[in-house]
């Protein structure tokens, strides 16, 4: 019992430690860096192989990557980092409008990059707000259920209550019958002997 208690706990904290604006930036940042300096150790290794445009494929995995995860202004550092590694590891050889291109076709993918990013956003925002919103409408339709019930309950108390009050009427009723059947019969007896006695 102990050891889920102190497990939950450390989950909880590391949960709200998470949710801090500066330690999410800060990680998105460390990202960027983690991400692109992966990019270049596994495009060092392809070398190795004689594969020199590896570094554009791992590039573009740790763009969108840090893009994704760390949000646009890491992913931005992210395109920084991949260009100048590029530039001035990889293509110490290569003539200026090769290297303008390449840095054109990470800027184009960063903007893209960007769009999707805040899309998902937005897109995380107003699932947020629906699901608020229906998780509202659920409680009221469970307030209601509630109230609906009560209803009944008493509906159902009402009902019992006029059948008890009908089931007394028809007892009621049957012995006012039976007592006016016995009045009308000593009325009938007492007239006959009237009418007996006097003739």
Known sequence: MAYSFA?????????????????RVALGYALAIVSVSA??????????FHLHLAIMSFSFCAIAITFWHGGV????????????????????????ISRIS?????VLFSVFMAQATRARNELEVRVAKRTAALTKANEDLQLENV?????????????AALRSALEEIQLLKDQLYKENLALREEIDVNRMFQCGGSA
């Open 7 to 23: 497990d939950s706990t450390a989950n909880t904290w590391v949960s709200n430690w998470l949710r801090k604006p500066t330690i």
């Open 102 to 106: 390449y840095d054109l076709v990470f």
């Open 147 to 159: 109230e609906r019930k009560r209803a009944e309950e008493a509906l159902q108390e009402h009902v």
């Open 39 to 48: 990019a270049f150790a596994a495009a060092q290794a392809f070398l190795y």
């Open 73 to 96: 202004t890491p992913g931005i550092l992210a395109v920084v980092l991949v260009v100048l590694i590029r530039t001035f590891v990889f293509s110490t050889g290569s003539d200026l």
